[in-house]
C-alpha cells in the first residue's frame, strides 16, 4: 500500500490487472519513434552521412563519440548521423522503461513482460550493430542486419501495444471462422506467410542499398545495384527476371523476386480476410494493407524509372514498405487471441475483436 497527499492508503497496482492507459501510451510512443528512427536511418543513408562522425576504423572516436567529440560540431553529414543517434538513444531510454514497468505492474501478464524485455535486448543488439556498421564501412550485409532488427523491434512493439490493449465489454459471439477454426488457422497462415515475405523484401533492399557508395570511404565502389537493370521494370535488361548476368544485377533482382512474392501473399491475404470478415480490425487493416501495396509497388517503380532516383523517393519507399510491415503485422495479430495474465481461469483469452485498434 502506499499513501497519497490526503493522507489515504492507495492500492498498488494487481499484477493481473489490465496494462494501464500510461503503459498502452507508451508502447505507442516506442511504436511511432522507431518508425521516425527507420525513417532517419533512411535520410542518414541517401545524404551520405553514415560515415558522417568519422571514417571506418576510427574506434571510439567515431562511435559513440563524434568526431572524437560527445557533441559534434556544425557540420551538415555529422549533424544527421548525430540526429539519429539521439533518437535511437531516445529509443532505448523508452524500451528500458517500459521493460521496468511491465516487469513491476504486469508481471502476471507474461507475455507482456516477455516482449518487454526482449525489445531492450533489441535496442542494445542494433546499438552494436550500428556501432559495427560504421566501424567497417557501411558494409551491406550490416545494413541490410541493422535494418532487420529495426523491423524486428518495431513488430514487437506492436505486439506489446495490442497486447496491452483492455479488455472489450459485451463481445460477440466467436464466428466458425475464429482463431481455433481450420479456416482461422489458414488465415493465420497467409497472414505469417505474408508478413515474413514483406520482412525479406525489406531487408534485400536494405542490402540493395548498402551497395551503393552513400558515402562509403571506397573509390572502387561508384556504382551499386540500384541500377543494376538500369531504368526498366518490371524488365530488366530486356528480360523478365534474368538472374546470373551479374552479381549486382542477383542482387537487385533478388529484392524483386521477393517483392513479388510479397505482392501475390498480400494479395490473397486481403481478398481472404475482407471476404471472412473475421473482425472489425482485421477488416480495417486489409483495407490499409491493400492501398499502402498499391502505393509501394508504384513508389519502388518510380524509384527504378527515375534516373537519377531523388533522395526523398528512396526514403519514401522506406518508409512504404514499412508502413506495409506495420500493417500485416497487425493484421496478423488481428486474428489471434491475448493471452490471459497467469492465474487466470482456462480460456479466458482475449479474442481478436476484443483488442482491436
Known sequence: MTVGASGRE??????G???SPGFRRLALA???STFALVLLGGVVRVSGSGLGCGPAGSGLEGWPLCGGALVPGLDLNAVIEYAHRALA???????????????????????????SVGAVLLVVAQGLLGAATVEWNLEAELVAA?????????????????????RASGEPAPSDEGPASP?????????TAASAAALATIVAGGYMAGTENNGRLDEAQTTGAHYACGTQFP?????????GSGALVDVHLTHR??????????????????????????????AATLGVLVAQVLVGALNVWIAPTDGLLVVLHLGLGTVLWCALVGLRLSLSPVPAPAGAPAGARRRPEAVAA
Not at 152 to 161: A, K, P, S, V
Open 146 to 166: 541493422h535494418l532487420l532488427l529495426a523491423m524486428l523491434l518495431l513488430g514487437l512493439l506492436i505486439y506489446i501495444w495490442r497486447s496491452s490493449r483492455p
Open 30 to 32: 516506442g511504436v511511432v
Open 257 to 286: 523476386a521477393l517483392m513479388y512474392l510479397t505482392v501475390l501473399l498480400a494479395l490473397a491475404l486481403v481478398a481472404v480476410a475482407l471476404a471472412r470478415r473475421p473482425s472489425r480490425s482485421a477488416v480495417v487493416l486489409a
Open 89 to 115: 538513444s531516445a529509443v532505448g531510454l523508452l524500451m528500458i522503461v517500459l521493460a521496468v514497468m511491465a516487469w513491476r505492474r504486469l508481471r502476471a501478464h507474461r507475455v507482456i513482460v516477455r516482449a
Open 17 to 19: 490487472a489490465d496494462p
Open 183 to 191: 479456416a482461422g488457422s489458414g488465415l493465420r497462415g497467409l497472414a
Open 10 to 15: 492507495l492500492a498498488e497496482p494487481s499484477p
Open 235 to 243: 524488365s530488366c535488361n530486356g528480360s523478365f527476371l534474368p538472374f
